[in-house]
């Protein structure tokens, strides 16, 4: 069974970088798939934010992509993600997710909060 | 960027009736890849539709899509107390982002 679980601080302060990271089990990263992020502000709908192949291969969402960096370790079967010069608009629930294709997401981490403010 | 429209926002039904949820796209979606997501509360999403008409793994056969270009549906044929969630869809046909809509709330009447 695939899991995804998200890890990193739950608070960032303005004009920092969040950083995430997603240890996946149950499937080697270097095997294949697109591995991706999405977040959901609260009360909000999903936006796609990124996506990267086991080859390191990455594609960003164009209004995100002057601060976005996501990186694969195939050595530790995780990836992770990188959003900097954060505002309060980026207060979301962070999820990683294993992508289909590049595609539809067949499996979701549990989601971490994470809270702009100072 | 594709822009994926949905309705209604609310859905007001009752248990064992149908449901008829849409997704229109500001343009059409390459090879119909258009996937439907469940999204119950403080939980992740969970696939349940992809290439507009598979059921994705495990999904019930109550819960169907359809459509091509740049109108979609998701039908619940008859729908059962766990199905009342919120619903999104998305699109995987062009360059990223692969948007999602703004989500269809299915509420019990």
């Known amino acids: 069974q695939v899991q995804l679980q998200e890890s990193g601080p739950g608070l960032v302060k303005p004009s920092e970088t969040l950083s995430l990271t997603c240890a996946v089990s149950g499937y080697s990263i270097s095997s294949g798939y697109y591995w991706g992020w999405i977040r959901q502000p609260p009360g909000k709908g999903l936006e796609w934010i990124g996506s990267?192949?086991?080859?390191?291969?990455?594609y960003y969402n164009p209004s995100l992509k002057s601060r976005v960096t996501i990186s694969v370790d195939t050595s530790k079967n995780q990836f992770s993600l990188k959003l900097s010069s954060v505002t309060a608009a980026d207060t979301a629930v962070y999820y990683c997710?294993?992508?289909?294709?590049?595609?539809?997401?067949?499996?979701w981490g549990q989601g971490t909060l994470v809270t702009v403010s100072s | 960027e594709i822009v994926l429209t949905q309705s209604p926002g609310t859905l007001s039904l009752s248990p064992g009736e149908r449901a008829t949820l849409s997704c229109r796209a500001s343009?059409?979606?390459?090879?119909?890849?258009l996937a439907w997501y469940q999204q119950k509360p403080g939980q992740a999403p969970r696939l349940l539709i992809y290439g507009a008409s598979s059921r994705a793994t495990g999904i019930p056969d109550r819960f169907s899509g359809s459509g091509s270009g740049t109108d979609f549906t998701l039908t619940i044929s008859r729908l059962e107390p766990e199905d009342f969630a919120v619903y999104y869809c998305q699109q995987y046909g062009s360059s990223p982002p692969h948007t999602f809509g703004q989500g269809t709330k299915l509420e019990i009447k």
């Open positions: 343009q059409s979606v390459s090879s119909s890849y």
């Open positions: 990267i192949y086991h080859s390191g291969s990455t």
């Open positions: 997710a294993r992508i289909v294709g590049p595609g539809p997401i067949d499996y």
